[in-house]
């Protein structure tokens, strides 16, 4: 079984300055993800199904003599299975005992608190639609039959959630493309072919999520207060500012290319969640309480959870596609 190489730490006189130097925290991770993501929906089986009906009828003419107009409404399900997650770090007794830092145990019990990366790594695997061995095996469709984002007829809207984009060599373009999107929203539609969202919903603010070798380009185009403008020595003052927008970035490298996508903060309905059917447990291994352990002095700590994501109706949110 792999083990913590411990070799380097067993030095006699290490100093420990810097031995926690991958030792990250996550503080924050749930209330940013939150933005964008439900997370924690309870769950108590293998597999969970969801209900939803689509929009009731809208009022109609009623002409006297005439008998009061009918109509339905339809509704769907979906569902979503729970997946078993897991990790042990194992080491020997002696390097536990050895290690000039007294840090093995400690860095060993990083790898629980990492936990708080798993629904964000799987955040990003639905949002990209990419394939990752170690995480859902495979990308969930949305409960209309097709992807997060389709570029395809959805919503009332020809090109679905997503907006052709402009690029990102400019602020000026990325701004275009952001009021592309606001105006994207604007067009969704219910079943019945009325408005969908609200305009205070989509004034209630927007993340943005983008790759971070735009973080420039995004933050000019956000935050600077003048832009760039083709004319000489002109400098107009940023349109977006100026109409008190509330836009948040969130640049990461979890995306690699130039597409970027746009989620309302106060969207009825996060596009992604997690359901949770079993907390993160923790178990720990030693020669006092493990008969493996006591006969090959190889302790462990490992931790477990069931867990499973899904994706309902994403009318808010918008992938800009460049």
């Known amino acids: 079984m792999p083990q913590v190489i411990s070799g380097p730490m067993l030095t006699a006189g290490l100093r420990a300055e810097f031995a926690d130097m991958y030792k990250t925290t996550y503080k924050g991770v749930a209330d940013r993800l939150g933005k964008v993501m439900q997370l924690g929906l309870q769950?108590?089986?293998?597999?969970?199904?969801?209900?939803?009906?689509?929009?009731a009828p809208y009022p109609r003419l009623w002409k006297r003599g005439d008998e009061i107009s009918e109509k339905g409404f339809g509704s769907?399900?979906?569902?979503?299975?729970?997946?078993?997650?897991?990790?042990?770090?194992?080491?020997?007794?002696?390097?536990?005992?050895?290690?000039?830092?007294?840090?093995?145990?400690?860095?060993?019990?990083?790898?629980?608190?990492n936990w708080a990366t798993l629904p964000e790594r799987i955040f990003f695997q639905i949002l990209t639609g990419a394939a990752d061995a170690d995480l859902l095996p495979a990308v969930p469709l949305a409960p209309d039959g097709?992807?997060?984002?389709?570029?395809?007829?959805?919503?009332?809207?020809?090109?679905?959630?997503?907006?052709?984009?402009?690029?990102?060599?400019?602020?000026?373009?990325?701004?275009?493309?952001?009021?592309?999107?606001?105006?994207?929203?604007?067009?969704?539609?219910?079943?019945?072919?009325?408005?969908?969202?609200?305009?205070e919903i989509i004034d209630g603010?927007?993340?943005?999520?983008?790759?971070?070798?735009?973080?420039?380009?995004?933050?000019?185009?956000?935050?600077?207060?003048?832009?760039?403008?083709?004319?000489?020595?002109?400098a107009p003052s940023n349109i977006i500012l100026d109409s008190a927008f509330k836009v948040e970035l969130w640049p990461t490298q979890r995306i690699a290319d130039n597409d970027w996508f746009c989620f309302l903060k106060e969207s009825p309905k996060k596009a992604i969640f997690q359901q949770l059917r079993q907390p993160l447990e923790v178990h720990e291994k030693t020669m006092d309480t493990s008969d493996s352990a006591a006969s090959t002095k190889e302790e462990y700590i490992q931790w477990d959870s069931r867990e499973g994501y899904g994706v309902v109706i994403p009318y808010g949110t918008v992938q800009v596609n460049n």
Request: charged share 20%; hydrophobic share 40%.
């Open 146 to 199: 097709v992807a997060l984002y389709s570029g395809a007829a959805r919503f009332g809207v020809a090109a679905g959630n997503v907006v052709a984009g402009s690029g990102v060599a400019t602020a000026a373009a990325i701004q275009t493309d952001f009021y592309a999107a606001m105006q994207r929203f604007l067009q969704f539609q219910d079943t019945e072919g009325q408005p969908l969202l609200q305009p």
């Open 205 to 234: 603010g927007a993340v943005l999520v983008f790759g971070a070798g735009n973080l420039e380009v995004f933050q000019k185009a956000f935050l600077q207060r003048t832009v760039e403008a083709a004319s000489l020595g002109s």
């Open 76 to 113: 769907r399900q979906f569902s979503v299975s729970n997946y078993d997650w897991g990790r042990k770090v194992l080491w020997h007794k002696n390097d536990r005992a050895d290690d000039q830092t007294r840090t093995l145990y400690d860095q060993a019990r990083q790898a629980g608190a």
């Open 43 to 55: 769950s108590d089986k293998l597999t969970e199904i969801y209900g939803y009906y689509e929009s």
